[in-house]
């Protein structure tokens, strides 16, 4: 395997077992849709209890109590409220996050050269997932503010299908702040989120590759490296969800009716940095923690079958 390109300078495209070129990030980019698009669905029903918890933590007290009331008021439509615009909203952030990820990577690298990129290669990973997820969040911004605005209206106040929702978020965009209203505490949570979501995935999987699996990566089977992928992502969740935490608050307080019209510094003053911090964090370490891992392991699977091979190492 060369690390050199076609005119022989050292090239971070060409460090892994195929090209970086086109056709490779294009596979990376539909790894992503999958990875993001399935899992985020998948489990909808902790989402609109995570959310409810946040917005009405009186009603909502915990995750068993919360979907035992959603199901008593609402019925199996009311844990799945909100699936269409979480499936097509985190298909497209996972589109631009894991392969504008891979963009901005070889890129970093590319201008930091082969020396320093060796020597700051945590540096590298957190530039290149905070660009991505920069691009992710703005496709994904409209769809968030429809799904938490479905799933956290009472029954019967704001449409629940996916199409009429988007029509009336449209049309009352001078008070939602519809399609962009969000973006802000949005970059907020996410940039923060995907930055410790990629730095402590890819140096877990460092660390199993130099500590445990000491081996060329490459002799390794695939169920093992697949493994690997999952703990690493699994554990990077855990972390990711605390650090993200109190900004997925305020997303979720900006689509409760009675906070129509405030500002993020209004919610968060009235809120409190405690609760904001705390509320629904059980919940949500457990949902981002079998996310990520899932996320992750989706990804280099479908890597890894389009001959790829997975990510990180030594």
Same mark, same amino acid.
């Given at each position: 395997?060369?690390?050199?390109?076609?005119?022989?300078?050292?090239?971070?495209?060409?460090?892994?077992?195929?090209?970086?070129?086109?056709?490779?990030?294009?596979?990376?980019?539909? &790894?992503?849709?999958?990875?993001?698009?399935?899992?985020?669905?998948?489990?909808?029903?902790?989402?609109?209890a995570k959310c409810n918890m946040q917005v009405n933590p009186t009603k909502y007290k915990g995750l068993?109590? &919360?979907?035992?009331?959603?199901?008593?008021?609402?019925?199996?439509?009311?844990?799945?409220?909100?699936? &269409?615009?979480?499936?097509?909203?985190?298909?497209?952030?996972?589109?631009?996050?894991?392969?504008?990820?891979?963009?901005?990577?070889?890129?970093?690298?590319?201008l930091a050269g082969e020396e320093l990129s060796n020597k700051y290669k945590p540096?590298?990973?957190?530039?290149?997932?905070?660009?991505a997820e920069v691009f992710a969040d703005i496709a994904l911004c409209p769809l968030e503010m429809t799904k938490v605005k479905i799933q956290t209206s009472p029954s019967g106040t704001f449409p629940t299908a996916f199409g009429a929702a988007l029509a009336e978020m449209s049309k009352t965009k001078v008070e939602t702040r519809y399609p962009f209203g969000s973006l802000v505490?949005?970059?907020?949570?996410?940039?923060p989120y995907t930055m410790a979501k990629f730095f402590f995935f890819e140096k877990i999987v460092q660390v199993f590759y130099t500590?445990?699996?000491?081996?060329?990566?490459e002799s390794y089977a695939k169920t093992t490296q697949l493994g690997v992928t999952f703990a690493s992502g699994y554990l990077a969740g855990v972390v990711c969800a605390i650090v993200s935490h109190p900004a997925d608050s305020v997303v979720s307080l900006m689509g409760k009716p009675?906070?129509?019209?405030?500002?993020?510094?209004?919610?968060?003053?009235?809120t409190g940095l405690v609760a904001l911090a705390t509320k629904g964090l059980g919940t949500r370490v457990l949902m981002i923690g079998t996310l990520t891992g899932f996320q992750w392991w989706i990804y280099d699977s479908f890597k890894a079958s389009m001959g790829l091979g997975t990510t990180g190492g030594k």
């Amino acid at each position: 395997m060369s690390h050199l390109a076609p005119t022989g300078k050292w090239d971070a495209r060409y460090l892994g077992p195929v090209p970086h070129d086109s056709a490779y990030y294009a596979k990376c980019m539909l &790894g992503g849709v999958l990875a993001c698009g399935i899992t985020h669905a998948g489990i909808t029903p902790l989402d609109v209890a995570k959310c409810n918890m946040q917005v009405n933590p009186t009603k909502y007290k915990g995750l068993s109590s &919360g979907l035992a009331t959603l199901l008593r008021e609402e019925g199996q439509t009311g844990i799945w409220k909100g699936f &269409g615009p979480t499936f097509v909203g985190y298909s497209l952030q996972g589109m631009f996050k894991y392969g504008l990820y891979e963009v901005f990577k070889d890129q970093y690298m590319n201008l930091a050269g082969e020396e320093l990129s060796n020597k700051y290669k945590p540096a590298i990973w957190l530039a290149g997932s905070a660009s991505a997820e920069v691009f992710a969040d703005i496709a994904l911004c409209p769809l968030e503010m429809t799904k938490v605005k479905i799933q956290t209206s009472p029954s019967g106040t704001f449409p629940t299908a996916f199409g009429a929702a988007l029509a009336e978020m449209s049309k009352t965009k001078v008070e939602t702040r519809y399609p962009f209203g969000s973006l802000v505490p949005l970059w907020s949570r996410q940039i923060p989120y995907t930055m410790a979501k990629f730095f402590f995935f890819e140096k877990i999987v460092q660390v199993f590759y130099t500590r445990v699996f000491t081996e060329p990566k490459e002799s390794y089977a695939k169920t093992t490296q697949l493994g690997v992928t999952f703990a690493s992502g699994y554990l990077a969740g855990v972390v990711c969800a605390i650090v993200s935490h109190p900004a997925d608050s305020v997303v979720s307080l900006m689509g409760k009716p009675a906070n129509k019209g405030k500002g993020i510094a209004a919610i968060a003053s009235e809120t409190g940095l405690v609760a904001l911090a705390t509320k629904g964090l059980g919940t949500r370490v457990l949902m981002i923690g079998t996310l990520t891992g899932f996320q992750w392991w989706i990804y280099d699977s479908f890597k890894a079958s389009m001959g790829l091979g997975t990510t990180g190492g030594k």
